[in-house]
Protein backbone atom coordinates (compact mmCIF):
# COMPACT_ATOMS: atom_id res chain seq x y z
CA UNK A 1 0.00 0.00 0.00
CA UNK A 2 2.90 2.39 0.73
CA UNK A 3 3.81 2.10 -2.69
CA UNK A 4 0.73 2.80 -4.37
CA UNK A 5 0.13 5.34 -1.97
CA UNK A 6 3.16 6.99 -3.28
CA UNK A 7 2.19 6.84 -6.76
CA UNK A 8 -0.75 8.90 -5.82
CA UNK A 9 1.27 11.54 -4.42
CA UNK A 10 3.58 12.15 -7.04
CA UNK A 11 1.59 11.02 -9.86
CA UNK A 12 -1.82 12.25 -9.24
CA UNK A 13 -0.96 15.48 -7.61
CA UNK A 14 0.97 16.43 -10.82
CA UNK A 15 -2.06 16.15 -12.78
CA UNK A 16 -4.09 17.96 -10.79
CA UNK A 17 -5.46 19.59 -14.34
CA UNK A 18 -6.42 15.56 -15.76
CA UNK A 19 -10.10 15.19 -16.87
CA UNK A 20 -9.70 12.51 -13.97
CA UNK A 21 -9.21 15.42 -11.22
CA UNK A 22 -11.62 17.97 -13.24
CA UNK A 23 -14.42 16.74 -14.78
CA UNK A 24 -15.76 13.86 -12.43
CA UNK A 25 -14.26 10.20 -11.69
CA UNK A 26 -16.12 8.09 -14.63
CA UNK A 27 -14.71 10.63 -17.41
CA UNK A 28 -11.35 8.79 -18.30
CA UNK A 29 -12.72 5.17 -18.07
CA UNK A 30 -15.08 3.17 -19.72
CA UNK A 31 -17.92 2.36 -16.37
CA UNK A 32 -18.89 -0.65 -17.97
CA UNK A 33 -15.55 -2.51 -18.07
CA UNK A 34 -13.37 -0.33 -15.39
CA UNK A 35 -15.00 -2.28 -12.27
CA UNK A 36 -13.48 -5.67 -12.58
CA UNK A 37 -10.54 -6.44 -9.98
CA UNK A 38 -9.68 -4.68 -6.33
CA UNK A 39 -6.81 -3.25 -8.39
CA UNK A 40 -9.26 -1.11 -9.71
CA UNK A 41 -10.83 0.03 -6.68
CA UNK A 42 -7.82 0.86 -5.36
CA UNK A 43 -6.09 2.72 -8.08
CA UNK A 44 -9.42 4.55 -7.77
CA UNK A 45 -9.38 5.29 -4.35
CA UNK A 46 -5.95 6.74 -4.47
CA UNK A 47 -7.65 10.18 -5.60
CA UNK A 48 -8.88 10.77 -2.46
CA UNK A 49 -5.62 11.47 -1.01
CA UNK A 50 -5.49 14.60 -2.99
CA UNK A 51 -7.93 16.18 -0.86
CA UNK A 52 -5.17 15.39 2.57
CA UNK A 53 -3.58 18.91 1.80
CA UNK A 54 0.15 18.81 2.74
CA UNK A 55 2.24 22.03 2.50
CA UNK A 56 0.52 23.49 -0.95
CA UNK A 57 -1.37 26.67 -0.82
CA UNK A 58 -4.82 25.74 0.06
CA UNK A 59 -5.82 28.20 1.98
CA UNK A 60 -8.33 25.48 3.95
CA UNK A 61 -5.84 23.22 4.81
CA UNK A 62 -2.28 24.93 4.17
CA UNK A 63 0.43 25.26 6.87
CA UNK A 64 1.52 28.84 7.32
CA UNK A 65 -0.68 30.20 4.21
CA UNK A 66 -3.41 30.36 5.98
CA UNK A 67 -3.18 34.05 7.75
CA UNK A 68 -6.95 35.03 8.65
CA UNK A 69 -6.70 34.39 12.05
CA UNK A 70 -5.03 35.77 14.99
CA UNK A 71 -1.62 34.14 15.10
CA UNK A 72 0.33 35.50 11.99
CA UNK A 73 -0.69 38.72 9.42
CA UNK A 74 1.25 39.51 6.15
CA UNK A 75 0.64 38.22 2.29
CA UNK A 76 1.26 41.86 0.69
CA UNK A 77 -1.82 43.04 3.14
CA UNK A 78 -3.57 41.99 6.00
CA UNK A 79 -5.61 39.29 5.17
CA UNK A 80 -9.39 39.89 5.48
CA UNK A 81 -12.59 37.48 5.85
CA UNK A 82 -12.01 34.87 2.74
CA UNK A 83 -15.58 35.49 1.32
CA UNK A 84 -16.91 38.73 2.42
CA UNK A 85 -19.15 38.87 0.00
CA UNK A 86 -21.26 36.78 -2.10
CA UNK A 87 -19.93 34.75 -4.97
CA UNK A 88 -21.08 33.18 -7.93
CA UNK A 89 -18.67 30.07 -7.29
CA UNK A 90 -16.93 28.69 -4.18
CA UNK A 91 -14.16 25.58 -4.95
CA UNK A 92 -15.22 24.54 -1.15
CA UNK A 93 -18.41 23.72 -2.20
CA UNK A 94 -17.95 22.34 -5.91
CA UNK A 95 -15.22 19.92 -4.94
CA UNK A 96 -16.69 18.79 -1.85
CA UNK A 97 -19.65 17.33 -3.87
CA UNK A 98 -17.35 16.51 -6.67
CA UNK A 99 -15.25 14.09 -4.33
CA UNK A 100 -19.22 13.14 -2.01
CA UNK A 101 -19.89 11.56 -5.71
CA UNK A 102 -16.24 10.29 -6.21
CA UNK A 103 -17.16 7.96 -3.02
CA UNK A 104 -21.06 7.08 -3.41
CA UNK A 105 -19.94 5.63 -7.37
CA UNK A 106 -17.14 3.84 -5.62
CA UNK A 107 -19.65 2.19 -3.15
CA UNK A 108 -21.99 2.13 -5.96
CA UNK A 109 -19.58 -0.38 -7.69
CA UNK A 110 -17.79 -2.42 -5.27
CA UNK A 111 -20.89 -4.46 -4.92
CA UNK A 112 -20.08 -5.84 -8.15
CA UNK A 113 -16.49 -7.24 -7.95
CA UNK A 114 -15.25 -10.75 -6.57
CA UNK A 115 -12.94 -9.79 -4.08
CA UNK A 116 -13.31 -11.12 -0.10
CA UNK A 117 -16.16 -9.61 2.47
CA UNK A 118 -12.73 -7.94 4.55
CA UNK A 119 -11.35 -6.41 1.18
CA UNK A 120 -14.75 -4.92 0.31
CA UNK A 121 -15.66 -3.26 3.96
CA UNK A 122 -12.06 -1.82 3.70
CA UNK A 123 -12.79 -0.05 0.64
CA UNK A 124 -16.51 0.74 1.78
CA UNK A 125 -14.68 2.18 4.83
CA UNK A 126 -12.06 4.18 2.54
CA UNK A 127 -14.64 5.48 0.33
CA UNK A 128 -17.10 6.80 3.73
CA UNK A 129 -13.96 8.26 5.39
CA UNK A 130 -13.52 10.19 2.74
CA UNK A 131 -16.94 11.37 2.04
CA UNK A 132 -17.44 11.98 5.85
CA UNK A 133 -14.26 14.10 5.67
CA UNK A 134 -15.88 16.34 2.48
CA UNK A 135 -19.14 16.58 4.70
CA UNK A 136 -17.40 17.80 7.70
CA UNK A 137 -15.85 20.91 5.76
CA UNK A 138 -19.14 21.36 4.13
CA UNK A 139 -20.67 21.84 7.39
CA UNK A 140 -17.81 24.04 8.77
CA UNK A 141 -18.08 26.11 6.04
CA UNK A 142 -21.94 26.53 4.92
CA UNK A 143 -23.86 24.87 7.70
CA UNK A 144 -27.20 23.10 6.37
CA UNK A 145 -25.88 21.34 3.29
CA UNK A 146 -28.05 19.24 1.19
CA UNK A 147 -27.00 15.75 2.60
CA UNK A 148 -26.43 12.89 -0.62
CA UNK A 149 -26.48 9.48 0.28
CA UNK A 150 -26.24 7.97 -3.08
CA UNK A 151 -24.80 7.94 -6.05
CA UNK A 152 -27.18 10.30 -8.77
CA UNK A 153 -28.52 10.20 -12.17
CA UNK A 154 -29.79 12.89 -14.38
CA UNK A 155 -33.00 11.79 -14.25
CA UNK A 156 -32.79 11.69 -9.98
CA UNK A 157 -33.90 15.80 -10.39
CA UNK A 158 -35.44 15.40 -6.74
CA UNK A 159 -32.47 14.77 -5.32
CA UNK A 160 -30.12 16.64 -7.26
CA UNK A 161 -31.84 19.66 -6.37
CA UNK A 162 -32.56 18.61 -2.52
CA UNK A 163 -33.17 21.15 -0.23
CA UNK A 164 -30.30 22.07 2.47
CA UNK A 165 -30.19 19.39 5.38
CA UNK A 166 -29.68 20.50 9.14
CA UNK A 167 -26.22 20.11 9.99
CA UNK A 168 -26.70 18.48 13.18
CA UNK A 169 -28.40 15.71 10.96
CA UNK A 170 -25.53 15.57 8.57
CA UNK A 171 -22.60 15.66 11.10
CA UNK A 172 -24.67 12.44 12.59
CA UNK A 173 -24.38 11.10 9.52
CA UNK A 174 -20.32 11.69 9.11
CA UNK A 175 -20.18 9.88 12.78
CA UNK A 176 -21.91 6.87 11.19
CA UNK A 177 -19.56 6.88 8.78
CA UNK A 178 -16.73 7.44 10.71
CA UNK A 179 -18.00 4.64 13.27
CA UNK A 180 -18.20 2.26 10.09
CA UNK A 181 -14.40 2.92 8.73
CA UNK A 182 -12.90 2.35 11.94
CA UNK A 183 -14.63 -1.33 12.40
CA UNK A 184 -13.38 -2.02 8.49
CA UNK A 185 -10.71 -0.62 7.16
CA UNK A 186 -7.30 -2.39 7.78
CA UNK A 187 -5.92 -2.35 11.35
CA UNK A 188 -2.54 -1.63 10.72
CA UNK A 189 0.13 1.05 10.96
CA UNK A 190 0.34 2.52 7.85
CA UNK A 191 1.91 6.24 7.95
CA UNK A 192 1.26 6.77 3.99
CA UNK A 193 -1.93 4.95 3.43
CA UNK A 194 -5.45 4.11 4.62
CA UNK A 195 -5.84 2.76 8.53
CA UNK A 196 -8.19 2.36 11.16
CA UNK A 197 -6.08 4.48 13.41
CA UNK A 198 -6.30 7.54 10.52
CA UNK A 199 -10.02 7.00 11.01
CA UNK A 200 -9.83 7.08 14.58
CA UNK A 201 -8.05 10.37 14.26
CA UNK A 202 -9.99 11.90 11.63
CA UNK A 203 -13.31 10.93 14.44
CA UNK A 204 -11.19 12.67 17.24
CA UNK A 205 -11.04 15.95 15.08
CA UNK A 206 -14.54 15.74 13.98
CA UNK A 207 -16.43 14.82 17.09
CA UNK A 208 -13.80 17.55 19.43
CA UNK A 209 -15.43 20.26 16.56
CA UNK A 210 -18.95 18.92 16.73
CA UNK A 211 -19.09 18.98 20.77
CA UNK A 212 -17.63 22.16 20.91
CA UNK A 213 -19.19 24.12 17.99
CA UNK A 214 -22.45 22.72 19.79
CA UNK A 215 -21.30 23.54 23.31
CA UNK A 216 -20.57 27.48 22.32
CA UNK A 217 -23.22 28.29 19.23
CA UNK A 218 -25.64 31.10 19.75
CA UNK A 219 -28.90 31.20 18.36
CA UNK A 220 -28.74 35.02 18.15
CA UNK A 221 -25.90 34.66 15.84
CA UNK A 222 -27.69 32.80 12.90
CA UNK A 223 -26.94 29.66 14.88
CA UNK A 224 -28.96 26.93 16.66
CA UNK A 225 -29.47 27.36 20.25
CA UNK A 226 -26.68 25.61 22.48
CA UNK A 227 -27.55 21.50 22.64
CA UNK A 228 -25.93 20.21 26.07
CA UNK A 229 -26.73 16.40 25.47
CA UNK A 230 -25.37 16.79 22.04
CA UNK A 231 -22.09 18.01 22.96
CA UNK A 232 -21.47 15.78 25.43
CA UNK A 233 -21.99 12.42 23.39
CA UNK A 234 -19.57 14.48 20.60
CA UNK A 235 -17.15 15.22 23.39
CA UNK A 236 -17.02 11.56 24.88
CA UNK A 237 -16.73 10.21 21.35
CA UNK A 238 -13.94 12.38 20.81
CA UNK A 239 -12.62 11.29 24.12
CA UNK A 240 -12.81 8.05 23.18
CA UNK A 241 -11.11 7.70 19.36
CA UNK A 242 -8.36 9.93 20.45
CA UNK A 243 -7.58 7.69 23.43
CA UNK A 244 -7.79 4.48 21.78
CA UNK A 245 -4.73 6.00 19.41
CA UNK A 246 -2.97 6.63 22.71
CA UNK A 247 -3.07 3.50 24.41
CA UNK A 248 -1.42 2.03 21.00
CA UNK A 249 2.27 1.36 21.76
CA UNK A 250 2.51 1.68 17.79
CA UNK A 251 2.73 5.66 18.80
CA UNK A 252 5.24 7.54 20.58
CA UNK A 253 6.32 11.11 20.47
CA UNK A 254 8.70 12.24 18.70
CA UNK A 255 12.20 13.57 20.40
CA UNK A 256 11.75 17.00 18.35
CA UNK A 257 9.11 19.11 18.03
CA UNK A 258 10.71 21.06 15.28
CA UNK A 259 11.40 17.81 13.27
CA UNK A 260 8.11 16.77 12.95
CA UNK A 261 7.88 19.76 10.51
CA UNK A 262 11.88 19.86 9.03
CA UNK A 263 11.86 16.69 8.16
CA UNK A 264 12.93 14.94 4.54
CA UNK A 265 11.72 11.69 5.85
CA UNK A 266 8.89 11.12 8.19
CA UNK A 267 8.94 7.24 7.34
CA UNK A 268 10.67 6.31 11.12
CA UNK A 269 8.64 9.35 12.83
CA UNK A 270 6.59 7.33 15.57
CA UNK A 271 4.57 10.42 16.02
CA UNK A 272 3.05 10.15 12.77
CA UNK A 273 -0.52 8.78 11.80
CA UNK A 274 -0.65 9.99 8.50
CA UNK A 275 1.88 12.06 6.61
CA UNK A 276 2.74 13.34 2.61
CA UNK A 277 5.71 12.07 1.40
CA UNK A 278 7.83 14.97 -1.61
CA UNK A 279 10.46 13.45 -3.31
CA UNK A 280 13.00 15.77 -4.63
CA UNK A 281 12.44 16.89 -8.29
CA UNK A 282 9.15 15.03 -8.74
CA UNK A 283 6.90 16.26 -5.83
CA UNK A 284 7.67 19.39 -4.06
CA UNK A 285 6.51 22.45 -2.43
CA UNK A 286 7.36 25.79 -1.79
CA UNK A 287 6.59 26.42 2.23
CA UNK A 288 10.25 26.58 3.22
CA UNK A 289 11.59 28.83 0.59
CA UNK A 290 8.29 31.39 1.48
CA UNK A 291 9.51 31.33 5.30
CA UNK A 292 13.16 32.08 4.53
CA UNK A 293 12.95 34.55 1.16
CA UNK A 294 13.06 37.75 0.78
CA UNK A 295 9.70 37.91 -0.02
CA UNK A 296 7.66 39.48 2.80
CA UNK A 297 6.47 36.61 5.47
CA UNK A 298 3.24 36.58 6.77
CA UNK A 299 4.77 36.79 10.20
CA UNK A 300 3.96 36.06 14.33
CA UNK A 301 1.38 39.04 15.72
CA UNK A 302 2.24 40.38 19.11
CA UNK A 303 -1.14 38.64 20.17
CA UNK A 304 0.44 35.09 19.46
CA UNK A 305 3.96 36.14 20.68
CA UNK A 306 2.26 37.25 24.14
CA UNK A 307 0.30 33.34 24.37
CA UNK A 308 3.71 31.63 24.70
CA UNK A 309 3.92 30.92 28.86
CA UNK A 310 7.85 31.47 30.79
CA UNK A 311 10.00 28.92 31.84
CA UNK A 312 8.49 28.83 34.96
CA UNK A 313 4.94 27.69 33.45
CA UNK A 314 3.24 30.80 33.84
CA UNK A 315 1.86 33.75 31.69
CA UNK A 316 2.94 37.26 31.16
CA UNK A 317 0.71 38.47 33.87
CA UNK A 318 1.67 35.94 36.12
CA UNK A 319 5.14 35.16 35.98
CA UNK A 320 7.98 36.14 38.18
CA UNK A 321 10.31 36.05 35.32
CA UNK A 322 11.46 39.29 33.47
CA UNK A 323 8.44 39.25 30.98
CA UNK A 324 9.00 42.04 28.64
CA UNK A 325 8.62 41.64 24.64
CA UNK A 326 11.01 44.91 24.42
CA UNK A 327 14.86 44.13 23.14
CA UNK A 328 17.99 46.44 22.76
CA UNK A 329 20.61 43.62 22.11
CA UNK A 330 21.98 43.41 18.46
CA UNK A 331 23.07 40.68 16.42
CA UNK A 332 26.12 41.18 14.33
CA UNK A 333 23.77 42.25 11.64
CA UNK A 334 22.57 45.05 13.86
CA UNK A 335 19.50 43.65 14.16
CA UNK A 336 17.19 43.69 17.20
CA UNK A 337 18.32 40.42 18.91
CA UNK A 338 15.25 38.14 20.75
CA UNK A 339 17.25 35.73 22.06
CA UNK A 340 17.07 37.18 25.96
CA UNK A 341 13.79 36.91 25.62
CA UNK A 342 13.35 33.30 23.90
CA UNK A 343 15.66 32.09 26.62
CA UNK A 344 12.60 32.64 29.44
CA UNK A 345 9.83 31.42 27.24
CA UNK A 346 8.39 28.37 26.35
CA UNK A 347 10.86 26.57 23.82
CA UNK A 348 8.69 26.21 21.08
CA UNK A 349 8.89 29.60 20.66
CA UNK A 350 12.11 29.77 19.78
CA UNK A 351 11.54 26.73 17.58
CA UNK A 352 9.25 29.09 15.53
CA UNK A 353 10.43 32.33 15.11
CA UNK A 354 13.68 33.72 14.56
CA UNK A 355 15.88 35.24 17.15
CA UNK A 356 16.38 38.30 15.28
CA UNK A 357 13.63 40.88 14.64
CA UNK A 358 13.54 41.34 10.40
CA UNK A 359 10.96 44.60 9.61
CA UNK A 360 11.45 45.12 6.04
CA UNK A 361 13.31 48.09 6.53
CA UNK A 362 16.10 46.06 7.78
CA UNK A 363 16.27 42.81 6.34
CA UNK A 364 18.66 39.53 8.18
CA UNK A 365 20.65 37.17 6.51
CA UNK A 366 22.37 33.87 8.68
CA UNK A 367 19.45 32.25 9.83
CA UNK A 368 21.27 28.82 9.21
CA UNK A 369 24.59 30.37 8.85
CA UNK A 370 24.62 28.99 4.89
CA UNK A 371 25.57 29.46 1.70
CA UNK A 372 22.24 29.57 0.04
CA UNK A 373 21.01 32.08 3.20
CA UNK A 374 18.77 35.21 1.62
CA UNK A 375 18.14 38.14 3.10
CA UNK A 376 15.11 37.92 4.48
CA UNK A 377 12.01 40.49 6.08
CA UNK A 378 8.86 39.61 7.77
CA UNK A 379 5.85 41.81 8.00
CA UNK A 380 4.64 41.55 11.63
CA UNK A 381 8.83 41.55 11.81
CA UNK A 382 9.09 38.13 13.59
CA UNK A 383 10.39 35.76 10.88
CA UNK A 384 8.70 31.68 10.47
CA UNK A 385 11.35 29.43 11.53
CA UNK A 386 9.14 26.40 12.13
CA UNK A 387 9.62 25.42 8.49
CA UNK A 388 13.14 25.74 7.67
CA UNK A 389 15.30 22.92 7.08
CA UNK A 390 19.28 22.71 6.86
CA UNK A 391 19.03 18.84 5.81
CA UNK A 392 17.58 20.55 2.22
CA UNK A 393 20.34 21.12 -0.88
CA UNK A 394 21.43 24.24 -1.50
CA UNK A 395 19.16 25.91 -4.12
CA UNK A 396 16.50 23.71 -3.52
CA UNK A 397 15.77 25.30 0.13
CA UNK A 398 15.10 28.85 -1.38
CA UNK A 399 13.70 28.76 -4.84
CA UNK A 400 9.70 28.29 -5.06
CA UNK A 401 8.47 24.73 -5.81
CA UNK A 402 11.75 23.07 -4.88
CA UNK A 403 11.12 22.25 -1.36
CA UNK A 404 10.46 18.52 -0.53
CA UNK A 405 10.20 18.30 3.48
CA UNK A 406 7.94 15.86 4.16
CA UNK A 407 4.54 17.41 5.91
CA UNK A 408 2.69 15.40 8.96
CA UNK A 409 -0.88 15.13 8.54
CA UNK A 410 -2.40 13.70 11.44
CA UNK A 411 0.60 13.34 14.22
CA UNK A 412 -0.16 12.20 17.89
CA UNK A 413 0.62 15.61 19.58
CA UNK A 414 -2.90 16.90 17.91
CA UNK A 415 -4.36 13.65 19.35
CA UNK A 416 -3.30 14.22 23.12
CA UNK A 417 -4.64 17.50 22.51
CA UNK A 418 -7.91 16.90 21.05
CA UNK A 419 -8.18 14.04 23.85
CA UNK A 420 -7.02 16.75 26.88
CA UNK A 421 -9.78 19.35 25.45
CA UNK A 422 -12.40 16.81 25.47
CA UNK A 423 -11.53 15.62 29.04
CA UNK A 424 -12.01 19.60 30.36
CA UNK A 425 -15.28 20.68 27.71
CA UNK A 426 -16.39 17.50 29.74
CA UNK A 427 -15.57 18.65 33.22
CA UNK A 428 -13.93 15.34 34.30
CA UNK A 429 -9.92 16.71 33.07
CA UNK A 430 -7.93 14.76 36.07
CA UNK A 431 -4.48 15.23 36.84
CA UNK A 432 -3.89 11.35 34.93
CA UNK A 433 -5.28 12.72 31.95
CA UNK A 434 -3.17 15.81 31.45
CA UNK A 435 -0.22 13.56 32.38
CA UNK A 436 -0.56 11.21 29.21
CA UNK A 437 -1.83 13.79 27.05
CA UNK A 438 -0.26 17.76 26.98
CA UNK A 439 2.36 17.28 29.49
CA UNK A 440 4.14 14.70 27.42
CA UNK A 441 4.09 17.48 24.80
CA UNK A 442 5.33 19.92 28.01
CA UNK A 443 7.96 16.89 28.63
CA UNK A 444 9.52 17.31 25.03
CA UNK A 445 10.76 20.55 25.54
CA UNK A 446 11.00 20.92 29.48
CA UNK A 447 8.06 23.11 30.65
CA UNK A 448 6.65 22.75 34.07
CA UNK A 449 3.59 20.23 33.50
CA UNK A 450 -0.14 21.46 33.24
CA UNK A 451 -2.70 20.59 36.57
CA UNK A 452 -6.46 20.88 36.94
CA UNK A 453 -6.65 23.98 38.30
CA UNK A 454 -4.24 26.03 37.12
CA UNK A 455 -3.92 29.95 38.76
CA UNK A 456 -6.60 32.49 36.95
CA UNK A 457 -4.98 34.33 33.27
CA UNK A 458 -5.59 37.92 33.78
CA UNK A 459 -5.24 38.08 30.03
CA UNK A 460 -8.46 34.93 29.66
CA UNK A 461 -11.18 36.86 27.37
CA UNK A 462 -12.76 33.86 26.28
CA UNK A 463 -15.43 33.50 28.87
CA UNK A 464 -14.24 29.52 30.03
CA UNK A 465 -12.34 28.41 33.02
CA UNK A 466 -9.09 28.39 33.47
CA UNK A 467 -8.28 24.61 32.62
CA UNK A 468 -10.13 25.17 29.13
CA UNK A 469 -8.29 28.27 28.87
CA UNK A 470 -4.72 26.82 29.34
CA UNK A 471 -5.95 23.60 27.24
CA UNK A 472 -6.55 25.82 24.45
CA UNK A 473 -3.10 28.14 24.30
CA UNK A 474 -1.45 24.68 24.79
CA UNK A 475 -3.23 23.58 21.64
CA UNK A 476 -2.34 27.30 20.37
CA UNK A 477 1.37 27.22 20.87
CA UNK A 478 1.57 23.73 19.88
CA UNK A 479 0.10 24.01 16.65
CA UNK A 480 0.92 27.75 15.44
CA UNK A 481 0.93 27.85 11.77
CA UNK A 482 -0.49 24.05 11.45
CA UNK A 483 -2.97 23.87 8.83
CA UNK A 484 -5.34 26.68 9.44
CA UNK A 485 -6.66 24.80 12.91
CA UNK A 486 -6.68 28.32 14.44
CA UNK A 487 -9.67 29.87 12.31
CA UNK A 488 -11.51 26.73 13.06
CA UNK A 489 -10.70 26.61 16.47
CA UNK A 490 -12.04 30.20 17.03
CA UNK A 491 -15.19 29.02 14.81
CA UNK A 492 -15.94 25.80 16.91
CA UNK A 493 -15.58 27.92 20.40
CA UNK A 494 -17.58 30.94 18.81
CA UNK A 495 -14.66 33.24 19.11
CA UNK A 496 -14.78 34.98 15.54
CA UNK A 497 -14.75 38.61 17.28
CA UNK A 498 -11.16 37.74 17.90
CA UNK A 499 -10.09 38.55 14.55
CA UNK A 500 -11.73 42.10 14.68
CA UNK A 501 -8.68 44.14 14.74
CA UNK A 502 -10.90 47.29 16.46
CA UNK A 503 -11.44 44.63 19.12
CA UNK A 504 -8.11 43.11 19.48
CA UNK A 505 -5.47 45.97 18.70
CA UNK A 506 -2.33 43.15 19.24
CA UNK A 507 -3.32 40.52 16.25
CA UNK A 508 -2.41 44.17 13.66
CA UNK A 509 1.02 44.71 15.94
CA UNK A 510 3.96 43.03 15.09
CA UNK A 511 7.52 43.21 17.20
CA UNK A 512 8.65 45.65 19.07
CA UNK A 513 11.39 47.63 17.50
CA UNK A 514 12.15 51.33 18.80
CA UNK A 515 15.76 49.97 19.41
CA UNK A 516 16.73 49.24 15.78
CA UNK A 517 17.43 52.75 14.33
CA UNK A 518 18.03 51.84 10.75
CA UNK A 519 14.68 50.04 10.35
CA UNK A 520 13.09 53.37 11.51
CA UNK A 521 15.14 55.46 9.51
CA UNK A 522 14.22 53.70 6.18
CA UNK A 523 10.60 55.02 6.50
CA UNK A 524 9.23 51.81 4.99
CA UNK A 525 7.10 50.74 8.18
CA UNK A 526 4.78 52.18 10.91
CA UNK A 527 4.70 51.48 14.90
CA UNK A 528 3.02 52.91 17.34
CA UNK A 529 3.91 54.93 19.87
CA UNK A 530 5.17 52.05 22.52
CA UNK A 531 7.64 51.43 19.01
CA UNK A 532 5.82 48.22 17.95
CA UNK A 533 5.63 47.58 14.42
CA UNK A 534 2.06 48.47 12.78
CA UNK A 535 1.20 45.92 10.52
CA UNK A 536 -0.43 47.23 6.99
CA UNK A 537 -1.65 50.24 8.91
CA UNK A 538 -4.03 51.08 6.03
CA UNK A 539 -5.78 47.37 6.56
CA UNK A 540 -8.24 46.20 9.37
CA UNK A 541 -10.11 43.65 9.90
CA UNK A 542 -14.39 43.63 10.78
CA UNK A 543 -16.16 40.59 12.43
CA UNK A 544 -19.50 40.20 11.50
CA UNK A 545 -21.68 38.02 13.24
CA UNK A 546 -22.92 36.25 9.59
CA UNK A 547 -19.29 34.48 9.22
CA UNK A 548 -20.18 31.76 11.21
CA UNK A 549 -21.61 30.64 7.88
CA UNK A 550 -20.04 31.51 4.62
CA UNK A 551 -22.40 32.39 1.65
CA UNK A 552 -24.13 29.96 -0.70
CA UNK A 553 -22.64 30.19 -3.70
CA UNK A 554 -25.38 32.64 -5.96
CA UNK A 555 -24.38 30.18 -8.95
CA UNK A 556 -26.04 27.28 -6.88
CA UNK A 557 -29.24 29.59 -5.95
CA UNK A 558 -29.80 30.07 -9.93
CA UNK A 559 -29.16 26.79 -10.87
CA UNK A 560 -31.96 25.17 -8.29
CA UNK A 561 -33.96 28.66 -9.21
CA UNK A 562 -33.91 27.64 -12.68
CA UNK A 563 -35.33 23.93 -12.43
CA UNK A 564 -38.21 25.33 -10.25
CA UNK A 565 -36.31 24.68 -6.82
CA UNK A 566 -35.39 26.61 -4.02
CA UNK A 567 -31.56 26.71 -2.27
CA UNK A 568 -31.70 28.85 0.67
CA UNK A 569 -28.84 31.35 1.38
CA UNK A 570 -27.62 31.82 4.84
CA UNK A 571 -28.36 34.33 7.36
CA UNK A 572 -27.07 38.02 6.56
CA UNK A 573 -25.72 37.17 3.27
Known sequence: M???????????????CSKMLDKGPLDTFADSNYWTTESSVEYYANAFYNNFGGYGMDTNRSSYFSSLNDNQAGFDGFRDWKYSDVLAANSNWNNAYTEIRRANI????????????????????????????????????????????QELQVSDTGQIFASRTDRDEVMDYVLNDLDYAIEHIYDRVNRTGW????????????????????KYRVAADGQKAPDATRAEKYLEEA????????????????????????????????????????????????????TCSSSSQAGMTKDAFDSYLF???????????????????????GNIDL?????????????????????????????????????MTSASGYGVFKFDSDELDNGYRVETGKNY??????????????????????????????????????????????VPDPQADPDNDMGVGALIWEIRRERRVELMFDYNLRFWDLMRWHQLDKLDTSLNPDIKLGANIDADAVAKDANLISWNNDGYLIIYPESNRTYDKKYYAYPIPTGQISIYKANGYDLEQNPGW
Not at 121 to 138: E, I, K, P, S, T
Not at 356 to 370: D, Q, Y
Not at 414 to 420: F, G, S
Open 106 to 149: LLNRIGGIEMSDEARAHWQGVARLNRALQYYDLVRFFGDVPLVK
Open 239 to 290: KAAAGALMDKSDYALNASYQANYNSLDLSGNQEIILYKHYVKDVLSHSLVDY
Open 339 to 375: SGLLAVRDPRLALTVDKAVMPASHTFKGRLNRTDDVD
Open 195 to 214: SSDLAKAVKAEVCLYEGTYC
Open 311 to 333: TDGLPKKLTTQNSTDISTAKTAS
Open 405 to 450: TDAPLYWLAKVYLEYAEACAELGNCTLADLDKSVNKLRDRVGMPHM
Open 2 to 16: KRIFSISLTVLALVS
